[in-house]
């Protein structure tokens, strides 16, 4: 199992000792953040995801144009953009950065965080609409066209015609294992890297990689 060194970039100059500097989207700022860790050897940079802050779908966009090799893990939460609108923004930004994206997809364990978006579904109800929102980005990523219906989600699965450069399922960093109990975790795991053998089967020029690095703890 190899060791992969993580980032994590903001917005703009901040941090638990440094008060915010600068513009609430410093361009400036997130190029030359970006640019030094991939100098610095980092694998991979973490685009997090609040209700207050500038979208991470944009911060991601400007730092990947704005380096070479570098990977990015984008922070998602699932219920404020649908499944299908989804698969298309995440295959459309990994096809800009040239396969350099993984998705990290979080259910949300902060109320008050989550009402400010308007999302007023509890700790296990956010889970369980994460479970929906994967199964139905995985059928349009594998252009299983039709219609859903679940719990929290509902409407027609449309086809990704740019399907992504680079499929990775892994098991690390991924929040939606957070207080669901080790028998589920291990199971999420197992299907996780299921679907990276699967992906990498059907894509041989990118194949899946899959890490059996450790479950977020609670």
């Known amino acids: 199992m190899s060791i992969q ?16 500097v600068g ?3 410093d361009r400036d700022y997130i190029v030359r953040f970006a640019q030094t860790h991939e100098a610095a050897g980092f694998d991979r940079l973490l685009v997090g995801h609040w209700s207050d802050q500038p979208d991470g779908f944009l911060v991601t966009a400007l730092a990947g144009l704005s380096t070479q090799k570098i990977q990015y893990l984008l922070a998602h939460r699932p219920g404020f953009v649908s499944p299908t609108l989804a698969a298309r923004k ?7 950065l040239g396969g350099r994206l993984a998705v990290h997809i979080i259910s949300g364990g902060n109320d008050a965080e989550q009402r400010r978006d308007g999302d007023y579904l509890d700790h296990d109800q956010r889970y369980a609409r994460t479970d929906a929102f994967l199964d139905i980005v995985r059928r349009v990523d594998q252009r299983a066209a039709g219609g859903y ?5 509902s409407g027609r699965a449309g086809l990704v015609r740019h ?20 028998r589920r975790r291990r199971q999420t795991c197992r299907r996780l890297r ?3 053998r699967v992906a990498g089967a059907n ?3 990118h194949p899946a990689r899959t890490r059996r690095s450790g479950e977020t703890p609670a």
């Open 5 to 20: 060194f993580l980032g994590m970039i903001g917005h703009r100059l901040s941090s638990e000792t440094i008060a915010p």
């Open 23 to 25: 513009p609430i989207f």
């Open 90 to 96: 995440f295959a459309t930004l990994e096809h800009l």
């Open 149 to 153: 219906s679940q719990r929290f989600l």
């Open 163 to 182: 399907s992504p450069a680079a499929k990775t399922a892994s098991s690390d960093l991924f929040w939606r294992l957070v207080g669901s109990g080790h």
């Open 194 to 196: 299921a679907v990276g």
């Open 203 to 205: 894509r041989r020029d």
